[in-house]
């Protein structure tokens, strides 16, 4: 189910120097990124940063970067398999930076980082910085901070392509890349092309096709001044696989059962397709008048699409395999039961999507639709599709702006600040992607049909009464969020001999506001027209200082204070419906302090570092489908505060030539230390269900995260230019993501006390602690060495990685409990746990070609 | 050695070019297409009466391989059918509890279905037959799960003919039960007729009506708070009924499956008695009690409010001015009085100004008094009246052509391309020296009920001179 895991081959050989002998930075490195991305794609909750281990020393040799760090390595390579987040951390903790400008998501925090997948190639020139520390272009987010250099004159120059194979999301690779380097003119140019693709990924019922395209073309006038173009995009579709319940898991006999696919016409199709493509472009300068001064500025823009498919209906039975009232336990006869579960097992394609059925019930469904338009007399008369396959789109415009200044004032004291603009449009609507056979659907929400029967409330869209919509016709919902952000922030760094300190400061000012598109027939005075505009302030200042006791040993401590716009998603209670948005929203604050030990000597590197960070005044807005209600239900919880501590530990040591072993422990402890309030509402109407309902959730832990883990390593290098590598990876104190309504006093109000139904509605569940282990191993040939004369050098590199070899099908890496809960009976298996799992047993082969 | 590069790079390109080509994700699939019924003719060795039967004083299982064929004549499509499917035979009708609310996609309405009944139950809920899954323990049957549907129905050739048996009210008896019958000439009881909804669609709580025929013999119809009709008012004419005749305890029922089976189109009651025609088809003379003045200042008597609701994008125009004691039933009114140069708006009252309408708003009515003349008759004209829609942009139009006495005036249906309505300002106002209510039928209009925009304007054709009192502008 989980393709988080990550490739590693390299990252070893990396982190002590030179690789094969031949050269020092060139590796095949299938890079944690790309596969992180794939993932984002396929899954909702997408975890971790990306970073791989590229690292080019930036010139502060005081201590060590993130990229030669065992920890960094050992989270980044060998934890992705279980979802390991740095620190417990969300995605909206860490910031990319692209040839100088920031690439985060203004809607949601965090990095878009699909927008360059598979581009492996010529994202190799990168900058790592982990929690609080420094660096010369961000003030930076408290998970960390990232800067991929990918302009053409960074690019080392050479022919490069390869190709590779593998079990996982994708089965085939083919990638090609060629750099000019910087030429006597002054140009460089830099291109690269690659294509992912499988039938059928891992989990049945997913397919992958992805495209992926990089040009920069640079002009360096003289030493002191370059101007930089580039642009990339990854126009990727792939069938997603979903997290499931225990009883279809067991009955399809596997852990990676996928309910979203079906048979059509004998024909796998997958109704949870994802499609993207946002081209970006970027143009970068840089002036340094002096060794002493550099200033670059940036521009980017970004506009493209994301779309993800799914089944819709309009008042008939829910088609889905997994929805419960479908699935053998919602069947009270034991008889009848049992009996389904024979045939389930008989025939595994009864849990799957019934395609041939959806076109069947449209083909023979002919209506009359009046009034069409909301034209008198206007009646049309067709096929009307009971069963769709909606497409929800995002399109999105993003303007960035971004200058950065890098001045050394004296021998001891730098300077470093920057202002940054950043705009984004973001239009979400649904629109038809398939009738299924059927002529046309109406745009009419049959909820609001049946709870507000004869009256306009149906209409999605009031100036467009009784729409007929087909292929590629908007319909549902429609509207604009828009945002703006300006930023400003400078940083004071100084280097003396035995210590170095830094004080920084941001400022920012954002805005958001939402702009529907369709007058909604429930909100007739809230849903069309621009929404009253969001403000918020905000700021941060962190600090820091290391004490080098000498050249080998380093002591460190930083903290920060920061405050940040809640988001637009979790401010506004139904975007889809209405303009509606909490009243006052509350900024959130975090508090960082981190600490820690560097040892760097030839034979040992090691660090030991603690982190204590609290994050106050949380908001946020789930979202999900009641059955009851027949509805969208929102929960937006507010006064969430959490705290994550813990200690990391990564040490590498050289053991007898070429072996070096290393070690890397992370044990955290991440949980809630409030409890937060619920405010419920219904995207059918404007009725509060609740307001400020206590969610007894104090003390519960964050899921989505092993809270511990732990790698043991092997490696060992060749001097004849091969390696083999084998981790042992440990993960415990895994949680399960909890539901607030069962947390509440209305869940339990009706629950003797003590009972064991009690504490299994309250409890959280912890999820079994597992061992993986993984093997890698790599090989490199120069041709020149056999066929002697060749002018230049041609290389042949061969990586290979098996993961999870003891077959390990039963590490869950996430899930949930279903935001439902069975007030009725207090029955908690209504409504079962939806889980994620690790893949078995996986490879990935590469062989790349280098001139 | 520069032919090993050489014969690399073709190599390269060669292979690169071949997996490209074969990489190809396709996701086009083929469409299924509309097959033909097909009747599968199996061999039915049991009635439905015969069927029926088998149940003596409890809930009995068949157990042998019995199957009945039938027409469906249940249709859950609007809501009042309920995880139910009823089919009939020459000798009688039968109802399935099934655990879907989409029965209509499978078994639409006339599809001849035959049932493979060995394994299911047959049950009595308060004397009505049901057949069922399993014993309820109440006496009755459970629910066919939707996954075994297919087990026991086979479908037939859609589209079959069914003829509701015409019977009187006293001659319904048990053997009807879940048939399809027609009573004729029959009326909803007085206290209900057109008064009452057929449930409750706000509290979702079932209804009963009742229905009478000449003789006085009465039935209960009875109606889900969950049909999509529920909120409907009842007719309140005579005439035919078509409905699945149901029977509870000792009491008949009758279930309809839609409101276009109730054909009570005859005005004239038994008895002799009439009703009031439906009001859609007469001008009303008065409006209803619960009649709201449409915007602040619509009744005249402070001339500085009704001017304040005025869009003054248009403004009002100088011939429109306040009638002092001239109202109706005394008071204020707004006179025009003058010879507009073009088809003017006199003027517009912003969408703003708007009530809260009453609830279940069907019109707009205001009195008008006073006449239109022209020296070349060619020139005479008459009002029109524009609502908007609740986009703000477009409009409906009432043209009050010819005008002497009540009016009720339905929405011009030639609209324009741009979606508008078509002013016509043709026709000649003469009331008489009366006063006369002009009624706007705005029940099927989707009426601007945003804060944006105008919500209701008055137009006079041009050359005409106009001598006419407005007064009361009221939505009900």
């Known amino acids: 189910m989980v393709k988080r895991l990550i490739f590693v081959l390299t990252c070893y050989a990396s982190t002590s120097g030179l690789v094969f002998g031949q050269e020092a930075i060139d590796t095949t490195r299938p890079v944690a990124v790309d596969e992180l991305i794939e993932n984002q794609l396929t899954f909702d909750e997408a975890p971790i940063v990306s970073l791989d281990d590229n690292d080019v020393s930036q010139g502060i040799s005081s201590q060590l970067t993130a990229g030669r760090d065992p920890f960094f390595s050992a989270a980044t390579f060998n934890w992705g398999a279980a979802r390991y987040r740095i620190r417990g951390y969300d995605n909206d903790n860490f910031i990319t930076y692209m040839n100088g400008v920031p690439m985060d998501l203004l809607d949601r925090g965090g990095s878009s980082f699909f927008l360059w997948s598979g581009l492996n190639d010529v994202l190799r020139s990168r900058d790592n910085s982990l929690g609080l520390k420094p660096t010369s272009y961000s003030f930076g987010e408290i998970g960390g901070q990232f800067s991929i250099d990918s302009r053409a004159s960074k690019q080392w120059k050479q022919l490069r392509v390869s190709y590779a194979s593998t079990n996982r999301n994708y089965n085939n690779r083919i990638m090609a890349t060629y750099n000019t380097g910087l030429t006597k003119s002054g140009w460089a140019f830099s291109v690269s092309a690659s294509r992912r693709w499988a039938h059928e990924g891992y989990v049945p019922g997913t397919f992958y096709d992805g495209w992926s395209y990089f040009a920069s073309a640079e002009k360096v006038f003289n030493k002191s001044h370059s101007l930089a173009f580039t642009t990339f995009g990854a126009p990727t579709k792939s069938g997603s696989a979903a997290g499931t319940v225990t009883e279809l898991q067991e009955l399809a006999g596997s852990n990676y059962y996928n309910p979203y696919w079906g048979y059509q016409s004998g024909k796998v199709r997958n109704s949870r397709v994802n499609k ?19 200033i670059m500025t940036a521009a980017s823009f970004t506009t493209g699409i994301r779309k993800s498919s799914a089944l819709d209906w309009y008042n008939v039975s829910d088609p889905r395999p997994d929805y419960y009232r ?352 619920a405010t419920v509402t219904v995207d059918n109407s404007s009725d509060v269900l609740a307001s400020n309902e206590v969610i007894y959730s104090k003390f519960f832990k964050m899921g989505g995260t092993p809270q511990t883990a732990a790698t043991l390593g092997l490696n060992y290098r060749s001097p004849k230019y091969w390696f083999v590598s084998a981790n042992l990876n440990y993960f415990d104190d895994m949680w399960l993501d909890f539901n607030p309504i069962r947390r509440t006093w209305s869940a339990v109000e009706s629950v003797p006390n003590p009972s064991d139904n009690y504490d299994q509605i309250i409890q959280q569940e912890k999820l079994k602690r597992q061992l993986t282990l993984d093997v890698y191993g790599g090989y490199s040939w120069k041709i020149n060495n056999i066929m002697k004369g060749l002018k230049k050098s041609h290389f042949i590199y061969m990586n290979v990685g098996i993961n999870n070899i003891t077959n390990n099908k039963n590490l869950v890496t996430g899930g949930y409990e279903q935001l439902r809960f069975d007030f009725e009976n207090s029955d908690i298996n209504k409504f079962p746990s939806r889980y994620f799992f690790a893949y078995g047993i996986n490879y990935f082969f590469s062989i790349s070609y280098k001139l | 050695m520069k032919s090993f590069s050489i014969i690399f790079k073709t190599l390269l390109v060669a292979v690169l070019a071949s997996t490209l080509t074969t990489s190809c994700i396709k996701d086009k699939y083929d469409e299924p297409v509309q097959l033909p019924d097909v009747d599968p003719n199996l061999e039915v060795n049991l009635t439905i009466e015969q069927l029926k039967d088998l149940y003596k004083t409890e809930p009995v299982q068949i157990t042998e391989d019995y199957i009945i064929s039938g027409v469906v004549i249940s249709d859950d499509q609007d809501g009042n059918v309920y995880q139910t499917l009823i089919i009939q035979d020459e000798t009688g009708g039968v109802g399935f509890r099934v655990q879907r609310t989409d029965l209509f996609t499978d078994f639409p309405f006339g599809r001849k279905v035959y049932v493979k009944l060995k394994g299911l139950w047959v049950g009595s809920f308060n004397n009505l037959i049901q057949i069922g899954a399993a014993d309820d323990g109440q006496g009755s049957v459970t629910l066919i799960s939707a996954s075994f549907v297919g087990d026991f129905f086979v479908k037939g050739p859609r589209g079959q003919v069914v003829t509701p048996l015409e019977i009187d009210i006293a001659d319904l008896s048990s053997k009807y039960q879940n048939t399809l019958i027609k009573l004729k000439d029959v009326q909803f009881i007085e206290s209900q007729a057109g008064k009452v909804t057929y449930a409750d669609a706000v509290k979702k709580q079932n209804g009963t009506t009742n229905l009478e025929d000449c003789n006085g013999n009465k039935i209960e119809l009875r109606t889900s708070g969950y049909a999509k009709f529920a909120g409907d008012v009842v007719p309140a004419g005579k005439g035919d009924v078509v409905a699945i005749y149901q029977i509870y305890k000792a009491s008949n029922q009758l279930l309809i499956n839609r409101t276009s089976d109730v054909q009570l189109t005859n005005s004239d009651r038994c008895g002799g008695g009439t009703v009031d025609p439906p009001l859609d088809t007469i001008a009303p003379s008065v409006p209803g009690p619960d009649a709201k003045l449409l915007f602040p200042g619509a009744d005249f008597e402070d001339f500085a409010v009704f001017k304040a609701q005025v869009d003054s994008k248009f403004g009002l125009k100088p011939y429109a001015v306040s009638a002092i004691g001239e109202g109706f039933g005394g008071g204020n009114a707004l006179a025009l009085r003058g010879t507009p140069g073009g088809n003017d708006y006199v003027f517009s009252i912003l969408a703003s100004a708007q009530a809260t309408f009453p609830v279940g708003a069907k019109y707009i009515s205001f009195y008008v008094k006073g006449k239109t003349t022209a020296v070349d008759p060619k020139d005479l004209k008459s009002i029109s009246i524009n609502v908007q829609r609740s986009n703000g942009t477009n409009y409906d139009v009432f043209n009050a052509l010819n005008l002497s006495s009540n009016a009720l005036l339905k929405a011009s249906t030639e609209i324009q391309s741009n979606g508008n309505g078509t002013n016509d300002y043709r026709g000649v106002i003469d009331t008489k020296d009366k006063w006369v209510l002009v009624t706007l039928d705005i029940a099927e209009l989707d009426v601007n009920r945003t804060n944006t925009s105008t919500i209701f304007s008055i137009k006079v054709g041009s050359k005409s001179t106009f001598d006419l009192l407005i007064d009361n502008i009221v939505v009900w």
């Open chain 1, 276 to 294: 993207s493509h946002q081209p970006t472009f970027i143009l970068t300068h840089e002036y340094s008048p002096s060794n002493k001064l550099n």
């Open chain 1, 326 to 677: 479908n699935m053998p336990s919602y069947i009270k006869e034991d008889y009848y039961r049992n009996l389904l579960i024979d045939r389930i097992k008989a025939d595994p394609s009864l849990i799957q999507v019934n395609w041939d059925r959806m076109y069947d019930v449209n083909l023979n469904n002919t209506e009359t639709i009046k009034n069409v338009n909301g034209i008198q007399g206007n009646d049309v008369t067709g096929k009307r599709s009971r069963y769709i396959i909606e497409q929800r789109v995002s399109k999105v415009q993003r303007v960035n702006l971004n200058s950065v200044v890098n001045a050394t004032i004296d021998e001891h004291l730098n300077f470093s600040g920057g202002i940054s603009y950043q705009y984004q449009k973001n239009r979400l609507y649904k629109e038809v992607g398939d009738l299924l056979g059927g002529d046309f659907y109406v745009n009419l929400n049959q909820f609001a049909e049946r709870d507000y029967p004869g009256s306009n409330a149906n209409q999605n869209d009031l100036n467009h009464p009784n729409q007929i919509v087909k292929v590629g016709d908007k319909y549902g919902y429609d509207y604009d969020m828009v945002f703006h952000k300006a930023a400003a922030w400078g940083q004071l760094q100084g280097k003396w001999n035995q210590l170095d300190a830094f004080l920084s400061a941001e400022i920012s000012h954002s805005t958001y506001f939402r702009d529907g598109n369709y007058r909604n027939g429930l909100f007739v005075d809230n849903s069309f027209g621009k929404s009253e505009v969001k403000n918020f302030l905000n700021y941060g200042v962190k600090g820091g200082a290391t004490y080098k006791i000498n050249g080998r040993n380093y002591v460190y401590a930083n903290a920060s204070y920061s405050t940040r716009a809640p988001y637009f998603q979790d401010i506004f209670v139904s975007p889809r419906t209405r303009n509606s948005a909490v009243g006052d929203p509350k900024n959130e604050k975090i508090a960082s302090v981190e600490s820690g030990y560097v040892l760097n000597t030839p034979k040992v590197k090691a660090r030991l570092s603690g982190y204590l960070t609290k994050f106050n005044d949380l908001t946020k807005t789930m979202t999900f489908y009641h059955d009851v209600y027949r509805n969208n239900v929102n929960y937006t919880l507010t006064d969430i505060d959490k705290i994550h501590f813990g200690g990391e530990l990564g040490i590498e040591a050289k053991v007898y030539k070429g072996l070096t072993a290393s070690f890397a422990a992370a044990l955290g402890r991440y949980y809630f230390t409030s409890r937060q309030k």
